[in-house]
C-alpha cells in the first residue's frame, strides 16, 4: 500500500545525514522487525561468507519447491503459489550475482510448473504464461552472460524440461519448444 505521506527518497536521505549512528542503527533496527521481506533483504546486503550465502540459498531452492508442492493434510495441493515462486527468483538475484546459479533457479521456477502440470492436470491459460515470462526473462539474462555460463549444461537442462512438457495443453509446449529453438539458433549464432 502507498501512502500519501510518503517523503520523497531525497528528502529521507536528507534528513539521515544528520543521525548518528546509533540514531541510523534503532532506524535499521525498526526496519528489520517490520517484515520477513526487509530482514532478508539486509541479511542479504550484509552476508559476506560462502557458506553463509549457500545456506540462504537452499532456503530459497526449499521455499521455491513450497510454493508448487506444499499440501494440507488431506492431501490436497496448496498450491502452486506463482506470485511466492517468482519472489524466490527476485531474492535469488539479491543473494548473488552468480549467473550460473541465478539462470538455474529461474529454470527451477519453469521445471516445477511443468512438473506440476503433469502431476495435476491442464492449468489456466495465465498459468502457462507466466512460465513462458519467465522463460522469456532467462533467455535475455542468458544472452547477456553467455560468456560466464556452461551454456552446453543449460542447453541440455532446457530441453530436458521441453521434452518434459510434451502433452501439456494451451499449446505451452510447442512455445516452449519454440522459444528453446530459438535460443539454441542464437547461442549457436554466437558460436560462429
Keep these: 500500500m502507498k501512502l500519501k505521506t510518503i517523503l520523497p527518497w531525497v528528502e529521507i536521505k536528507n ?16 526496519c528489520y522487525k517490520v517484515s520477513d521481506e526487509v530482514g532478508f533483504y539486509l541479511t542479504s546486503v550484509v552476508v559476506d561468507d560462502n557458506e553463509e550465502v549457500d545456506e540462504i ?44 546459479i541465478i539462470i538455474n533457479f529461474m529454470l527451477d521456477y ?14 489456466w491459460m495465465g498459468y502457462y504464461s507466466s512460465f513462458e515470462s519467465m522463460f522469456e526473462s532467462m533467455r535475455k539474462y542468458l544472452m547477456k ?4 555460463i556452461d551454456i552446453e549444461e543449460i542447453m541440455d537442462r532446457i530441453e530436458g524440461i521441453v521434452g518434459k512438457s510434451d502433452g501439456i495443453g494451451w499449446g505451452f509446449h510447442d512455445n516452449l519448444f519454440d522459444m528453446a529453438t530459438d535460443l539454441k539458433f542464437n547461442v549457436e549464432g554466437l558460436n560462429k
Design 15 to 30: 534528513r539521515l545525514n544528520g543521525m548518528s549512528e546509533k540514531e541510523l542503527l534503532s532506524i535499521i533496527s525498526s
Design 57 to 100: 540459498l537452499r532456503e530459497l531452492k526449499e521455499k521455491m519447491s513450497e510454493a508448487f508442492w506444499a499440501t494440507a493434510r488431506n492431501g490436497r495441493p496448496l498450491g502452486p503459489k506463482l506470485k511466492d515462486a517468482k519472489k524466490v527468483t527476485s531474492d535469488v538475484k539479491k543473494v548473488t550475482n552468480n549467473p550460473r
Design 110 to 123: 519453469i521445471e516445477h510448473g511443468v512438473d506440476f502440470t503433469k502431476a495435476y492436470g491442464d492449468m
Design 145 to 148: 552472460n553467455i560468456d560466464k
